[in-house]
Nanobody, 113 residues
């Protein structure tokens, strides 16, 4: 089982990024998945979740700006991030919502002018 995140980068405030997560392993394809982030000096937080059927949930700080999606056939999970703010700067990870495991290397998102 393996998780590989990509798509991060440096973007100006108000900009957009689309993160991708390749989640190999059946456990990831059939269970709720989420995007987490960890800012320097802070605990890792879960910001968006999606179940296999497509229903989603978001933490208040990203509602209306972030959209999580998944392609079960391709074992992929995505996070479209719009209107990015400096406080969104963090390393972003994807993983299971319940009992996350086998953390990937994450992808760095930096929002700065």
């Amino acid at each position: 089982v393996q998780l590989v995140e990509s798509g991060g980068g440096l973007v100006q405030p108000g900009g957009s990024l689309r993160l991708s997560c390749a989640a190999s392993g059946r456990i990831f394809s059939i269970n709720p998945m989420g995007w987490y982030r960890q800012a320097p000096g802070k605990q890792r937080e879960l910001v968006a979740t999606i179940i296999r059927g497509g229903s989603t949930n978001y933490v208040d700080s990203v509602k209306g700006r972030f959209t999580i999606s998944r392609d079960n056939a391709k074992d992929m999970v995505y996070l479209q991030m719009n209107n990015l703010k400096p406080e969104d700067t963090a390393v972003y990870y994807c993983n299971l919502v319940i009992s996350p495991r086998n953390w990937g290397q994450g992808t760095q998102v930096t929002v700065s002018s």
